[in-house]
């Protein structure tokens, strides 16, 4: 099963590109973030005319997410705890797996009430997932805005003091990881940064100042079926691209 996330920072902006990665890579689940579009603009055409189904939850131009699958999706669900809140969480069963496509809160900054936000966000989420763990494997994947350890980030000492790295945050994504969930990102680590994310501004991409913060958290069960985990560079170094890489990881089938 070839399984990916990609946070795509506009659906409409990026939509060639969406459709000529999905023609070449091929995945078998994608989860979409940062869509940007609301459910009734939302381009199911472009899907469809590559024979995908596609699961999408946005109430605004912010925000977005989307399970775009080969399968179609059971038992869908919009939100952590119901579909009032913003459009951060969308989860249904595919293949027998449960699968979340999370974009969680930025931060903003440490003293940023929207920084109070993430972690509460994040509180949720476990409690969700813990639920969900009883009753058969999960896999939540998507832009976590959080870079799980100084290795991934160019460089620790410029991010200090900033959302991302925070010692709470990386915390409460441990707590998260905690519930039986293993971070794929890690268990296959590259001879190269893994990062996923790199600014706009500076030349970021070109002199490597990313972060790793597109993950892929799957539950123990699943460990020894993934055969590879990748960052697709190619589609960062794409012309208007999104500042996220889509991050692709193999599982192997079951028997």
Known sequence: MRFATW??????????????WLLAQQPDILCLQETKVKDAEFPEDLFAEVDYHVAHWGVSAWNGVALVTREPVEQLGLGIVDDAEEARCIAGIVGGIRVFSVYVPNGRSLDDPHYVYKLEWLELLRQRVAEELQRGPVIIAGDFNIAPTDADVYDPAALEGATHVSEPERMALQRLLDLGLVDCGA?????????????????????????????????????????????????????????????????????
Do not use: C
Not at 223 to 233: G, I, K, M
């Open 187 to 255: 268990i296959h680590p590259s001879d190269e940064p893994s990062f996923t994310w790199w600014d706009y501004r500076q030349g970021a991409f070109r002199r490597g100042m990313g972060m790793r913060i597109d993950l892929v958290l799957a539950s123990e069960s699943l460990e020894q079926r993934v055969r590879s985990v990748a960052v697709d560079r190619v589609a960062r170094a794409a012309t208007k691209p999104s500042d996220h890489a889509p991050l692709v990881v193999e599982f192997e089938d079951h028997d």
């Open 7 to 20: 946070n795509v920072n506009s659906l409409r902006a990026r939509r060639e590109l969406v459709a000529q």
